[in-house]
């Protein structure tokens, strides 16, 4: 029996009988909920990055040379696992091409890349925040210090969303591409910035 492929959060009443108007009214609460506890998180840790008064010194660099290499590397690793996760979830909504069915090691995978990914970051973050604070001493601090409130923003629309009962079907693919494209940006303007500094040791 062929798999449906309806999105979820696709309404499935019949439209003749205004099901699908009824149903996109809790589907349309529930995208602006998520995504208004997005800006919420991400406006929190701008105005905190913001306010806060840098430390200019790291709390700790496992084992790393000095923060910015920690901070290079675990971005690397935590860019690298969500491209994991993008090819899994691919790979599930019969995206991927010539792959055929998603096994079923697939789901955890997906689900434990994408933790591992978000626990890598958390470090990058707290000596962001605590550290740094929130950078515009040129576009590429600039950028990378919004982009970093956006991610975690993103985020955790993706991880509520994720709970809500209904959403529009397109929502969960959209948040999560923004996830993953903040961090592809986080990394271009911080990890690649570092790994082409001739000056600086890599480990």
């Known amino acids: 029996m062929a798999?449906?492929?309806?999105?979820?959060?696709?309404?499935?009443?019949?439209?003749?009988?205004?099901?699908?108007?009824?149903?996109?009214?809790?589907?349309?609460?529930?995208?602006?909920l998520v995504l208004l506890a997005g800006v919420a998180v991400a406006l929190s840790l701008g105005v905190y990055a913001k306010a806060h008064e840098p430390a200019a010194r790291?709390?700790?660099?496992?084992?790393?040379?000095?923060?910015?290499?920690?901070k290079a590397w675990l971005t690397t690793g935590a860019a690298a696992l969500l491209l994991v996760q993008l090819t899994t979830a691919l790979w599930m909504w019969g995206r991927l091409p010539g792959a055929g069915p998603a096994p079923a090691w697939a789901v955890p995978v997906h689900r434990w890349s994408g933790t591992v990914?978000?626990?890598?970051?958390?470090?990058?973050a707290l000596h962001c925040v605590w550290a740094l604070g929130?950078?515009?001493?040129d576009a590429r601090t600039l950028v990378h210090s919004l982009v970093g409130c956006l991610f975690y923003?993103?985020?955790?629309?993706?991880?509520?969303?994720l709970r809500t009962a209904r959403l529009p079907g397109w929502a969960l693919p959209l948040l999560g591409s923004a996830v993953l494209l903040c961090l592809v940006v986080l990394w271009l303007t911080a990890s690649l910035w570092f790994f082409t500094r001739p000056d600086l040791p890599k480990f």
């Open 134 to 137: 929130f950078a515009a001493d």
């Open 153 to 161: 923003g993103a985020y955790a629309a993706k991880m509520l969303g």
């Open 117 to 124: 990914a978000f626990v890598l970051t958390l470090p990058v």
């Open 3 to 32: 798999r449906s492929r309806t999105p979820i959060g696709t309404p499935d009443a019949d439209p003749s009988a205004g099901g699908y108007a009824a149903a996109g009214r809790p589907a349309r609460t529930g995208l602006a």
């Open 58 to 70: 790291p709390l700790f660099t496992l084992g790393f040379s000095g923060m910015l290499a920690m």
